[in-house]
């Protein structure tokens, strides 16, 4: 199973990016993009917006299903990245190489509960 | 414990994603579902429907059913069993879809019936619904006394080879096996079959594109299947099966229709032969009430998501729901089929809840795509 380890993870399958900024860059992992099958529409939400941790924020629908997208921590969404709204088809081909959206933690410690990489892999075996 | 086909270790080898697809261990897709689509639109792909169960009717002895009636063919009673009439199959090998009906009406299961002699007609039945077909069957010929013998032939493999050079890759792979069989398939119209040795070859499918449906020995299966890939077709999963049918407005049992409704409202009127004074079972049924819904197609205007199975439709006659929905691979939109109330016709529009918000969509006419081209005059296929 493809999981960096230099990001962070959630169980529902969201990967996190912390940047030297404070902000989070959240996508959804490799193994998500494998058990959705071939993306074909993403819905993100708007810039601005408030999202507490484990709220659903954000949409990804495959041929087969649709699949809601979490936020790992509370905080407020600052960035989206249209180019895989244009193309979500870019997912299946590198989940790691393109984002969802961007948040601002509203407390940064929150990022400390995430899943790193061991415990991610880990999560999925119990699946 | 699922079910396996006899190339179940053939989809494991190559990474198939598997599901339970009706108690059977099935493979889903083998990579990217909507290459393995396009495949078949564009050139040739292949399924396992060996899942599927192959039923053979035939004359039998007096000895297997006491109550026999000396005089009750194969195609006496097929003609009271089925909703369709083969008495439109006159010519050996000819090929009929029809409707299995209870006598209320509803849609027991669909399958295809080929009239090979008037000793032989061959059923082929829907997986999950085999066991109550061939119980259903039996208990016709019973009431009936029918002087008959059902073979169910789970010793056969079944294998859709579908797409535009579908026939010719199929002749590449069985010029080494049986130097008839190009000869004697090359001349078959669509809905026909021949048995040739151990094949036996239709010019069926459920994709909307040209090509063969295959039958052979299962023990013959997994080297047919290489040879076959080995040519150049693709190995393709339910999934690509899926959104080929619905592109090509055909009906998927237990999703589209099932026991629950009868055919005249799913879409399948042109299936029931009511014309004809036979009688058939369901026939009085359906005769003592005019349809209130239809199957209808529907096609996604704005963008905001994906057509799926139970969203709520409504429409200036009233509301509906969406049987089987998805995004076409062809299209590049998102099609549906829907059963909506029968006061609706193609060209108008039709609202649908898609995850709490209402989104626009066209009431359209089955099929949306056939022969790897766009049927809506308003879009045309993706570019290759």
């Given at each position: 199973?493809?999981?960096p380890?230099?990001?962070k993870y959630?169980?529902?399958?969201?990967?996190?990016r912390s940047?030297p900024?404070?902000t989070?860059?959240?996508g959804?992992?490799?193994?998500?993009?494998?058990?959705?099958?071939?993306?074909?529409f993403?819905?993100?939400?708007a810039?601005?917006?408030?999202?507490?941790?484990?709220?659903?924020?954000?949409?990804?629908?495959?041929?087969k299903a649709?699949?809601?997208?979490y936020?790992?921590v509370?905080?407020?969404?600052?960035?989206v990245?249209?180019?895989?709204?244009?193309s979500p088809e870019?997912i299946n081909?590198?989940?790691?190489?393109?984002?969802l959206?961007?948040l601002?933690?509203?407390n940064?410690a929150d990022v400390?509960?995430?899943?790193?990489?061991?415990?991610y892999i880990?999560?999925?075996g119990?699946? | 414990?699922?079910?396996q086909?006899?190339?179940?270790?053939v989809?494991?080898?190559?990474?198939a994603?598997?599901?339970?697809?009706g108690?059977w261990?099935?493979?889903v897709s083998y990579?990217?579902?909507?290459?393995e689509?396009l495949?078949?639109r564009?050139d040739?792909?292949?399924?396992?429907?060996s899942?599927?169960?192959?039923v053979?009717?035939?004359?039998?002895?007096?000895?297997?059913n006491?109550?026999?009636?000396a005089?009750n063919?194969?195609?006496?009673?097929?003609?009271?069993a089925l909703a369709n009439n083969?008495?439109?199959l006159?010519v050996?090998g000819?090929?009929?879809?029809?409707?299995?009906?209870?006598?209320?009406?509803g849609?027991l299961?669909?399958?295809i019936v080929?009239?090979?002699?008037?000793?032989?007609?061959?059923?082929?039945v829907?997986?999950?619904t085999?066991d109550?077909d061939?119980?259903?069957?039996?208990?016709?010929?019973?009431?009936?006394g029918?002087?008959?013998k059902?073979?169910?032939?789970?010793?056969?493999?079944?294998?859709?080879?579908?797409?535009?050079?579908?026939?010719?890759?199929?002749?590449?792979?069985l010029?080494?096996?049986?130097?008839e069989?190009?000869?004697?398939?090359?001349?078959?119209?669509p809905f026909?079959?021949?048995?040739?040795g151990?094949?036996f070859i239709?010019r069926?499918?459920?994709?909307?594109?040209?090509?063969?449906e295959?039958?052979?020995p299962?023990?013959?299966a997994?080297?047919?299947?290489?040879a076959l890939?080995?040519a150049?077709v693709?190995?393709c999963?339910?999934g690509?099966?899926?959104t080929?049918?619905?592109?090509?407005g055909?009906?998927?049992?237990g999703q589209?229709?099932?026991?629950?409704?009868?055919p005249l409202?799913?879409?399948l009127a042109?299936?029931v032969?009511?014309?004809?004074a036979?009688?058939?079972v369901?026939?009085?049924?359906?005769l003592?009430r005019?349809?209130?819904?239809?199957?209808i197609?529907l096609?996604?205007e704005?963008?905001?998501?994906v057509?799926?199975?139970?969203?709520?439709?409504t429409?200036?006659?009233g509301e509906?729901?969406?049987?089987?929905?998805t995004?076409s691979p062809?299209?590049?939109?998102?099609?549906a089929?829907?059963?909506?109330?029968a006061?609706?016709?193609a060209g108008?529009r039709?609202q649908v809840?898609?995850?709490?918000?209402?989104?626009?969509?066209?009431?359209?006419?089955?099929?949306?795509?056939?022969?790897?081209?766009?049927?809506?005059?308003s879009i045309?296929e993706?570019?290759?």
């Open positions: 199973m493809n999981v380890t230099n990001l959630t169980a529902s399958h969201e990967w996190i940047e900024d404070g989070l860059t959240i959804i992992t490799d193994h998500a993009q494998e058990a959705l099958g071939d993306l074909v993403i819905e993100l939400p810039v601005g917006r408030k999202v507490k941790a484990g709220e659903a924020c954000a949409v990804v629908e495959s041929v649709a699949s809601d997208i936020a790992p509370s905080g407020e969404i600052v960035a990245n249209e180019q895989v709204v244009a870019m081909a590198d989940a790691y190489g393109h984002w959206y961007k601002k933690p509203a940064a400390a509960s995430l899943l790193d990489a061991a415990a880990a999560a999925v119990e699946e | 414990m699922l079910k086909t006899p190339l179940n270790t989809h494991r080898a190559a990474g994603k598997m599901v339970d697809f108690g261990d099935m493979p990579g990217s579902q909507i290459e689509h495949a078949v564009r040739a792909g292949m399924f396992d429907v899942h599927m169960l192959a053979d009717v035939e004359p039998g002895d007096a000895s297997e006491p109550n026999a009636v005089h063919s194969a195609r006496d009673f097929l003609r009271y083969v008495d439109k006159t050996a000819k090929a009929l879809y029809s409707c299995l009906l209870k006598p209320d009406g849609v299961d669909d399958l080929y009239f090979l002699s008037e000793n032989w007609f061959r059923i082929v829907n997986a999950s085999a109550k061939v119980a259903w069957l039996r208990s016709l010929i019973d009431e009936r029918a002087k008959l059902l073979t169910p032939r789970r010793d056969l493999a079944m294998i859709a080879v579908q797409g535009p050079r579908a026939r010719e890759r199929v002749w590449a792979v010029q080494d096996r049986n130097t069989a190009k000869a004697e398939t090359e001349p078959l119209k026909m079959a021949a048995e040739i151990e094949y239709a069926t499918g459920y994709t909307g594109e040209d090509g063969f295959v039958m052979l299962s023990t013959r997994i080297e047919f299947w290489r890939a080995a150049g693709r190995p999963g339910l690509a099966r899926d080929l049918r619905l592109e090509a055909m009906n998927l049992y589209d229709m099932d026991e629950t409704v009868n409202e799913s879409g042109w299936t032969d009511l014309a004809s036979r009688d058939f369901g026939k009085t049924a359906l003592a005019a349809p209130t819904r239809q199957l197609g096609l996604l704005d963008k905001g998501g057509l799926r199975a139970h969203q709520k439709v429409t200036h006659a509906g729901e969406i049987t089987s929905g995004f062809t299209l590049g939109a998102s099609i089929l829907a059963r909506l109330p006061g609706v016709a108008e039709a809840d898609v995850r709490g918000k209402t989104l626009a969509a066209r009431i359209v006419k089955p099929p949306f795509v056939r022969h790897g081209k766009s049927l809506l005059a045309k993706k570019p290759l």
